[in-house]
């Protein structure tokens, strides 16, 4: 890893997940305070109800993200290809932008793609990260 500055659209896809994070938990937050719902207490599995979909987004995230910065991070480090780890990060975080608005206003079918395009985004960088390894 010689220079930084060539993984600029990979930090900025890290920033964006970063952010899409504090939004979710934010919106999370504030679903439970309009609604009667003890903090802690589980909340209904209902598709109809804001507060369980606000969750639902938040919690998936949480279940993708760990990948997603072990993936980068890696890549970065091992020198992988700087144009396509972005390419591809940048591509997970805007799959993850349209799924939280999916999961939101309740667009099953169209979430469920954007879930697709965050995963197929995940193994292009494991892809990518594999071949920083191994040069």
Excluded at 35 to 45: D, N, Q, R, V, Y
Excluded at 58 to 87: H, Y
Excluded at 95 to 102: E, G, S, V
Aim: net charge neutral.
């Amino acid at each position: 890893m010689e220079n930084i500055e060539l993984y600029h659209h990979t930090g900025i896809a890290m920033g964006i997940a970063g952010g899409l994070i504090f939004i979710q938990l934010l919106v999370a937050d504030i679903a439970g305070m309009r609604e009667p719902h003890t903090p802690g207490a589980p909340i209904k599995a209902d598709h109809n109800s804001f507060i369980f979909r606000s969750h639902r987004t938040l919690g998936n995230m949480n279940e993708s993200i760990a990948v997603f910065i072990l993936f980068t991070l890696v890549g970065i480090l091992s020198g992988a290809d700087p144009q396509w780890l972005g390419r591809f990060a940048l591509g997970y975080t805007g799959a993850r932008t349209a799924y939280m608005l999916c999961y939101w206003f309740n667009l099953q079918m169209a979430r469920s793609i954007f879930f697709g395009f965050s995963l197929l985004a995940l193994l292009g960088l494991g892809v990518i990260m594999t071949g920083g390894l191994l040069h």
